[in-house]
């Protein structure tokens, strides 16, 4: 016999990409539900649903997580980064610029994770090197692109003295 | 304008007579000498501004007033039959707003054997329910409430078993998919019996699974008596013409939709269940529905790469002259024939290599696990694994340099069908682009420090990639002096979108911004293939450059009258139509559509044939480099140099990431990936966790030694396709690349550290 639990929702304050936002969410929602479904951001995308791709990676308080395993109730009074808010109005951001001109984007469903985790190392460390890009990828798969192109996109964003091993 | 032609072919036998269908467009080639300016340059992607701002609307971003979401009950085991299924409890459930299964849906056909929902289900993961309601939690809780009883049946997984005569049957009539497919041309096993040297040796490769970053799936929506689907697909009309006929529908009445997608690598070439699921679930509720599978699912039941069984023989004389090739193979279909391009890992043993004496014998076989479906370069990839990892154990047995073993051997016509290739030394440039490129050394010895040794290694591939008719494009030329292109085939995320704008911004002699073109949608797309086969460039871009020809035709001759010159003196670039000789008479393209409007300025395009009695093909080599660790044996890929003949680049940059991600995944499919099941017939690995795919650290140094020459004989383009071929040669590569390092070949996929360090422990000579 199954039994089907009664939830109750809470409230839930929290910014997203620069806004205030006030939700009444049921404790298991999943931030990545709350974004996609509730809030219409889209760019964070459900591929793995176990924390292994980082296809839904969004920024919480500047960290990347993966929004497919993060309960929207931990984002209350945080301020999280989406795709959605990297660009300044009209204006890409400088890694969004160079995923396109490297032709650092293929089917583009890694994308938004990619640039997030991206932004996230370099405000960590500016001047990275190749190798330690690739390492700090390691959670955000990409099939289409051999990844090759997306290092070299972050690595014209990174501060100059990173090396070049 | 294409002419049409039909020719009646009749029967004579009293059965139908047959149509063929030609439609010429009377467009010279664009060859060597042409000047171009918009195709060949590495334009970034026309779509990247909607993907880098997370924009682009996949299957699963359509926003619908009242939207629900379905989820799939799935088989839990390898096979049953259902005796009983209660669904009232989910029914009741507040929230469920649609219930579906093999006692309430309709009895739709699907599979050659089965039905939409069937009683019999035959490997873990098979549908049995399916739910739509509120959110994604509810229609998970409705599914725990459907109560279903199985009555478990003998099941079978692997190859191995499967063949066994006593193997439990997977349906009726046993575990053979059809007769073998037999290939012969002369006298192989007579060939085999003369040769003073053969090579007879088994190779398996394993089922490795596509894991597309975006899963299958889709939204529907129904208004009245006309459906559209949002579909995470690879073909909308293939998709449009399965979901009308399964549900009794005019084809106008369905509408297929798929703007962008997360990936399909041949997993989406086909109409699969849930399309027709979602469709019949949103009639049902009244409501709109999204129905996409997790990865569970995804891992289960949308598809893999057929594991393989090759016994290859191959024999040759002392010199080197290939005299027989031989290959008995068997394939792990899974439960199901799914339809699509098939497996066919018979072709490349009786096309790569020049030799009168080839058989080759196929068979599918069943077994309780999911069904397998094309992924990239489908059966060539299996194929190319088993023969260029013997042809490096025949060069061995012979002493013989590799490289010159292939070069002796390599084919310069289609032997099947007698005919010569239109580029009949693509693979002699390839495999000279890639040595040079590489540094390719005979009299190179394997290096190595303390536990770690390297080695290099080669291999080679053919591949079709020529395209095909019929496929059509329309071009529009708006007021403003802007051009439009209609097309209905999909960009699956190789970049179709700007490598098709390129042709007809060249074309039209207008530059690439002043260009839009629409596809992936069947409403207003006129028809186009299957994204498959590496085929849409060299099917659609001729379609493209068709119509955007017809429109400039009308442009230059509605241009004439008003620069009261004659058509032919005119110049049409950059958007400025100048009078040869009179650079001071010169309109722009705007002046020209704005003075007519709102008349419209159309093209109308189709797909020329194929030459006549020639072959179109491409091909590649890559070379590779690798460390292996004999204390750990753990393979490093440390560098692949791949050179790959597809006709003219149309834009590098999008050629050099096929390359890159292709040699991306032959490295996975090498060395990591591989779907595991138990002995209960459940998926171990049916997740991207414990099924690795490459990560970032884990990506050689890939150089592309581009060989960029238009193919004019091929088509109006002179491209050809290049999407699956580079995951080809990578594998067998690799494996001849360990050889090399440290002597021990191993001919099963994925060379995995167990794999290796038993192969290097049965190697070494035991302790005296
Ligand atoms: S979907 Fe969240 S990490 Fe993969
Ligand atoms: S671009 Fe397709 S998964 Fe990365």
Known sequence: ??????????????????????????????????????????????????????????????????????????????????????????????????????????????????????????????????????EYLRGNLCRCTGYRKILDAILACAAPGGGTR | MPRLHVDRLRSGDGSEDEYRVVERTGLAAWDATTALTVVGRPYPRVEGAEKVTGRACYAGDVRLAGLLHARVLRSPLP???????????????????????????????????????????????????????????????????????????????????????????????????????????????????????????????????????????????????????????????????????????????????KHHMGGGFGSKQIAWKHAVIAALLARRAGRPVRLMLDREAENLAAGNRNATRQRVRLGATRDGTLTAISARIEQDTGAYLVGGEGSNTSAIYQTLYRCPNVTTEQVGVYTNTGPAVAFRAPGHVEGAFALESAMDELARA???????????????????????????????????????????RRDRRPSGQGSRRRGIGMAAHDWGGSGYPPGYAWVKLNGDGS?????????????????????????????????LLHLGDTATGVYAPVSAGSATQATIGPAVRAAAAEARRQLLEAAATMLEAAPADLQLREGTIRVAGAPDRALDVADVTRRIAPHMIQGHGARGPNPDGKAVRTFGAQCVEVEVDVDTGEVSVLRVVASHECGRIVNPTLVDSQVLGAVTQGVGFALMEERVVDAGGVVLNANLEEYKVPTAPDVPAVVHARVDRPDPEANATGAKGIGEPPLVPTAPAIANAVFDAVGVRIRHTPLSRRRLLAALAAHRPEPA
């Open chain 1, 1 to 134: 016999m199954n039994v089907i639990p009664i939830r109750s929702s809470s409230e839930i304050r929290l910014t997203v990409n620069g806004r205030p936002v006030t939700l009444e969410v049921r404790p298991e929602a999943l931030l990545l539900d709350v974004l996609r479904d509730r809030l219409q951001l889209k760019g964070a995308r459900r591929s793995c649903d176990m924390q292994v791709c980082g296809a839904c990676t969004v920024l919480v308080d500047g960290a990347p997580v993966s929004a497919c395993t993060y309960l929207a109730v931990e984002a209350d009074g945080r301020e999280v980064l989406t795709v959605e808010g990297l660009a300044d109005g009209d204006r890409l951001d400088p890694l969004q610029e160079a995923f396109i001109e490297h032709g650092a984007v293929q089917c583009g469903f890694c994308t938004a994770g990619m640039l997030l985790t991206a932004k996230a190392l370099l405000a960590e460390e500016p001047s990275p090197s190749p190798a330690r890009v690739a």
């Open chain 2, 79 to 257: 096979h049953a039959r259902i005796r009983r299924i209660d669904t009232a409890a989910a029914e009741a459930l507040p929230g469920v707003h649609a219930v579906l299964g093999t006692h309430s849906a309709p009895a739709i056909r699907w599979y050659p054997d089965g039905l939409l929902f069937d009683r019999t289900l035959r490997f873990v993961g098979d549908e049995v329910a399916a739910v739509a309601a509120e959110s994604e939690e509810t229609a998970a809780d409705a599914l725990r409430l459907v109560a279903v009883e199985y009555e478990p049946l003998p099941f079978v997984v692997g190859l191995e078993a499967a063949l066994r005569p006593e193997a439990p049957p997977v349906r009726e009539g046993g575990n053979l998919v059809g007769p073998p497919k037999v290939y012969a041309r002369g006298d192989a096993e007579a060939a085999l019996r003369e040769a003073p040297v053969v090579i007879d040796e088994t190779y398996t490769t394993q089922t490795a699974l596509h894991n597309c970053l975006e899963p299958h799936g889709c939204t529907a929506t129904w208004d009245g008596e006309r459906l559209t689907l949002w579909d995470s697909t690879q073909s909308v009309f293939d998709v449009r013409e399965r979901v009308a006929e399964t549900l009794g529908l005019p084809e106008h009445r369905v509408r297929v939709i």
């Open chain 2, 398 to 440: 012979l002493d013989m340099d590799p490289l010159a073993l292939r070069l002796r051997n390599y084919a310069e016509a289609d032997q099947r069908r007698g005919r010569p290739y239109t580029t009949p030394d693509g693979l002699r440039l390839c495999y000279e682009r890639a040595a040079a490129e590489f540094g390719w």
């Open chain 2, 483 to 515: 051009a439009e292109v209609v097309t209905g085939t999909q960009d699956i995320g190789t970049g179709t979108r700007t490598g098709l704008t390129q042709i007809a911004a060249e074309e039209l002699g207008l530059p690439l911004e002043r260009v």
